[in-house]
């Protein structure tokens, strides 16, 4: 029996070591990293609760805290580039920014204009309506499947031709899905290459290569899932960038305009139905979540990704869980790993928010 049972675990561990669960992407520091500035406003007494609340309340992996644009916390894994599940959102909303900024899109093009239909599942002639600002929105009254949607996705998702373009709120991973791959389509370059070259260079992340990106194909819709692959200390980075009028020292990276405006709420839990199952937020803007009563905007990723951003406390927050680094991991991690509620992740933000 003892001899079956030994045999058992090493084809096990055979097959687990082939699966690969992870690394996805290569752990190196980029050639253009800049290390962060620090801040000595929270004192060790307070990073000390920080950690311990951390560590005996939640099951987060990697926290980095800034004001501005220079660190005031960081705990655990900070450079491991988790995958970042609906956070892309928020970052395909910086890159809609700076494109428009840069003349390449137009955010009130229709699909019908820029030739966008979906080959696997048409598009109706209204559906066709729908501008680049509408998806932003996530407001675009297409509700065909969509990749990596959840079960409460598809349970809330309106029939097919009930909304006009515009009408109704709904968060429509056919909208996001189908946003990156346009803009690919514009560009003539890869997400991560536009990642890399209009967000990571020029705010020095250090984590964060190209081949940070992962695509999810399904066979009911020719858009996948665009997966992105981004660590703490970087998407900390990232949320700075709402806080400095999208500034990074002396370089202009997003618009300040679109720094104003994608954060403005568009859809309101009052009259959008589709947000009253997301008690939290109270509203939805260009790709991100608001919460005006507290002047915060959350992106906000499934298993536990969370970038806060408070411009009244001139405060960014990123907790991150470990939910992989491959596609693979990703299976493997959520099997293990218990997922972070919104309110684990607004309980790291507040104790640090109160400590200085």
């Known amino acids: 029996m003892k001899t079956k049972l030994w045999m058992l675990a090493l084809i096990l561990l055979s097959i687990y070591s082939c699966i690969e669960v992870d690394p996805f992407v290569d752990l190196q520091v980029s050639p253009t990293a800049s290390p962060l500035e620090s801040a000595n406003i929270i004192s060790q007494k307070s ?97 065909l499947p969509a990749s990596g949607e959840s079960a409460g996705m598809i349970r809330r998702k309106p029939a097919r031709g009930k909304y006009l373009p515009g009408e109704h ?30 967000l990571a260079i ?8 190209p081949e940070n990106v992962a695509y999810q194909y399904v066979d009911y ?25 999208g500034k990074w020292n002396n370089t202009q990276v997003i618009p300040a305009e679109w720094i104003e405006n994608s954060v403005k709420a568009v859809s309101h839990e009052s009259r959008d139905a589709d947000l009253l199952e997301h008690p939290f937020m109270e509203a939805y803007a260009y790709l991100w979540w608001v919460d005006e009563d507290t002047n915060t905007f959350w992106a906000d990723g499934a298993g536990g990704h969370f970038c806060i951003v408070d411009k009244t406390k001139n405060l960014v927050v990123v907790v991150r869980n470990n939910t992989g680094m491959s596609s693979a991991g990703y299976l493997f991690y959520n099997s293990q790993n ?3 509620p919104n309110e684990t992740g607004d ?4 104790a640090i928010k109160s400590k200085f």
């Not at 997966?227 to 806080?243: H, K, T």
């Open 47 to 143: 990073k000390s609760e920080i950690n311990e609340l951390i560590e005996s309340q939640t099951y987060f992996d990697a926290c980095v805290a800034l004001v501005g644009n220079k660190v005031i916390y960081e705990y655990g894994d900070k450079n491991i580039p988790y995958n970042c599940a609906s956070v892309r959102k928020s970052i395909f909303s910086a890159l809609y920014g700076i494109a428009e900024g840069k003349g390449l899109v137009n955010l009130d093009a229709t699909l019908g204009e820029l030739g966008i239909n979906d080959s696997i599942n048409p598009l109706t002639e209204t559906e066709k309506t729908a501008t680049l600002r509408h998806l932003l929105q996530a407001r675009s009254g297409i509700y």
């Open 169 to 198: 709120f709904y968060y429509n991973n056919w909208d996001f899905n189908a946003l990156p791959i346009i803009l690919e389509r514009i560009t003539g370059k890869k997400i991560g290459e536009i990642i890399y070259e209009w």
């Open 202 to 209: 020029p705010t020095g992340m250090r984590d964060f290569m």
């Open 221 to 245: 819709t020719e858009y996948p899932q665009t997966r992105v692959y981004i660590s703490a200390e970087d998407l900390a980075r990232f949320g700075s960038l709402y806080l400095t009028q």
């Open 338 to 340: 218990p997922y972070e």
């Open 347 to 350: 309980k790291v933000y507040q």
